[in-house]
T-cell receptor, first 111, second 116 residues
Framework: KQEVTQIPAALSVPEGENLVLNCSFT??????LQWFRQDPGKGLTSLLL?????REQTSGRLNASLDKSSGRSTLYIAASQPGDSATYLC??????????FGSGTRLLVRP | DADVTQTPRNRITKTGKRIMLECSQT?????MYWYRQDPGLGLRLIYY???????NKGEISDGYSVSRQAQAKFSLSLESAIPNQTALYFC???????????????FGPGTRLTVL
């Protein structure tokens, strides 16, 4: 059974710092991996999707990498801003098209 | 206008009541999903539908039922609500074909359900 783990569960950094969020999964037979942002009381916003054949995806200050063989993905946020404060979720898609989610990393960027 | 809408956004009900949560989408996607999220946890899949005639159980379907009334509408019912069904419920959609053939999922704003 696929399990997705995100470390750390919470992170607090000063504004301007570069940071890395980690996601690991137990079964490397994934179709793709998606990173989401969740603001309190709101829905999920898709940030980046990496296909299983890709190594990384970039969008603005965000860069996500994928190492299928080791079961790891990282989300790199450059020059963090207070507006980046949110919970970040990763999810892997298996061959049955279902998403399996991690429990998230709660990020606080202090002004 | 939002592409994926959920109604109601908040609901408080009592144990034993029947509750229906509704989801509508204007994205033209064929696939729809219902998830629940508990505090400090990730989302867990309740039911999913790949088209109007295709309904599948997810990880935690006990106590729930669904109806896919049209391609754009997917409702979730709690036949007899219980307190441990208090959670945040999300609807999502994806497209199995076209330019988004990677099945990227797009989420609604969520429904906060409290069962007393």
């Amino acid at each position: 059974k696929q399990e997705v783990t995100q470390i750390p569960a919470a992170l607090s950094v000063p504004e301007g710092e570069n940071l890395v969020l980690n996601c690991s999964f137990t079964d490397s037979a994934i179709y793709n991996l998606q990173w989401f942002r969740q603001d309190p009381g709101k829905g999920l916003t898709s940030l980046l999707l990496i296909q299983s054949s890709q190594r990384e995806q970039t969008s603005g200050r965000l860069n996500a990498s994928l190492d299928k063989s080791s079961g790891r993905s990282t989300l790199y946020i450059a020059a963090s801003q207070p507006g980046d404060s949110a919970t970040y979720l990763c999810a892997v898609r298996d061959s049955s098209y279902k998403l399996i989610f991690g429990s998230g990393t709660r990020l606080l960027v202090r002004p | 206008d939002a592409d994926v809408t959920q109604t109601p956004r908040n609901r408080i009900t009592k144990t034993g009541k029947r509750i229906m949560l509704e989801c509508s989408q204007t994205k033209g996607h064929d696939r729809m999903y219902w998830y629940r999220q508990d505090p400090g946890l990730g989302l867990r899949l309740i039911y999913y539908s790949f088209d109007v005639k295709d309904i599948n159980k997810g990880e935690i379907s006990d106590g729930y039922s669904v109806s896919r009334q049209a391609q754009a509408k997917f409702s979730l019912s709690l036949e007899s609500a219980i307190p441990n069904q208090t959670a945040l419920y999300f609807c999502a959609t994806s497209d199995s074909s076209g330019t988004s053939g990677n099945n990227e999922q797009f989420f609604g704003p969520g429904t906060r359900l409290t069962v007393l």
